[in-house]
């Protein structure tokens, strides 16, 4: 069974940083492309960025660009978001979601989510 | 960047009628790249359509998708209780991925 478990939410000051992880099974992690999506509080779903199998290709949202880093371990069968520079705007639930890649980038297995919350 | 439009934002209908959702491209979705989810309260999404038509593992034939280009539509053929929740279309033909900002369907 694919499980996706998102960890590392929390409460951030607006300028601080945090770590979240997911952490993959019952896939052969390092064959796929991993994903983070958020979605903010009564809003819709925003694609944050994506990394390929091998870890060689990597792409972020305009909103996040040089704050957030996707980053992957395909040996610890994990993939992690390190956030920093954090805004207000950024609060929301993470999830992290599977693609096959090579163009089928459609996000067919997703956590259950982490909430962060930006606030002073 | 390709934007999305979801179209109606809410649907009520009955359970046993037909649904259907609409989304619009700001330009040409490259190789019908696009798919579709469904989200509950409390839950992460669902994928339901991807390739616009082909559904996804274990999704019921009540769920089709449709479309090329820039339209596409989403069609549930008789709603089930549990088919009342909000969907999606996201396009990923393209960087940035992006998701049309949802169509809640509601029990009239």
């Known amino acids: 069974e694919v499980q996706l478990v998102e960890s590392g939410g929390g409460l951030v000051k607006p300028g601080g940083s945090l770590r979240l992880s997911c952490s993959a099974s019952g896939f052969t992690f390092s064959s796929y492309s991993m994903n983070w999506v958020r979605q903010a509080p009564g809003k819709g779903l925003e694609w944050v960025s994506s990394i390929s199998s091998s870890g060689t290709y990597i792409f972020y949202a305009d909103s996040v660009k040089g704050r957030f880093t996707i980053s992957r371990d395909n040996a610890k069968n994990s993939l992690y978001l390190q956030m920093n520079s954090l805004r207000a705007e950024d609060t929301a639930v993470y999830y992290c979601?599977?693609?096959?890649?090579?163009?089928?980038?459609?996000?067919?297995?997703w956590g259950q989510g982490t909430l962060v919350t930006v606030s002073s | 960047e390709i934007v999305l439009t979801q179209s109606p934002g809410t649907l009520s209908l009955s359970p046993g009628e037909r649904a259907t959702l609409s989304c619009r491209a700001s330009?040409?979705?490259?190789?019908?790249?696009l798919a579709w989810y469904q989200q509950k309260p409390g839950q992460a999404p669902r994928l339901l359509i991807y390739g616009a038509s082909s559904r996804a593992t274990g999704i019921p034939d009540r769920f089709s998708g449709s479309g090329s280009g820039t339209d596409f539509a989403l069609t549930i053929s008789r709603l089930e209780p549990e088919d009342f929740a909000v969907y999606y279309c996201?396009?990923?033909?393209?960087?940035?991925?992006?998701f049309g900002q949802g169509t809640k369907v509601e029990i009239k």
């Open positions: 330009q040409s979705v490259s190789s019908s790249y």
């Open positions: 996201q396009q990923y033909g393209n960087s940035p991925r992006t």
């Open positions: 979601a599977r693609a096959l890649g090579h163009g089928y980038d459609y996000l067919d297995y």
